[in-house]
């Protein structure tokens, strides 16, 4: 458990849009494998994701499994 507010995921798509996802009882680490998991199955769909405790950002993961992810980040 994350001790108090619980995340929120904020994927970024390649066509610009955001998703939100709340995730009640998740660790950091259990939400960062997620994301990679997501990532390894949405064929470039997303290019990041952040994750939130509350309103703060507390991480953020960039989309390595597409080069067209990669491509937009670098731009």
């Not at 995730?23 to 994301?35: K, M, R, S």
Request: net charge negative.
């Amino acid at each position: 458990m994350t001790g108090g507010q619980p995340l929120t995921l904020h994927f970024h798509r390649n066509d610009d849009r955001r998703e939100k996802v709340p995730l009640t009882h998740c660790t950091v680490a259990e939400a960062e494998d997620a994301i990679k998991r997501l990532f390894s199955i949405s064929d470039g769909l997303y290019t990041k994701a952040e994750i939130y405790q509350g309103n703060e950002l507390v991480e953020t993961v960039a989309n390595t499994w597409s080069v067209r992810a990669v491509s937009i980040l670098v731009q």
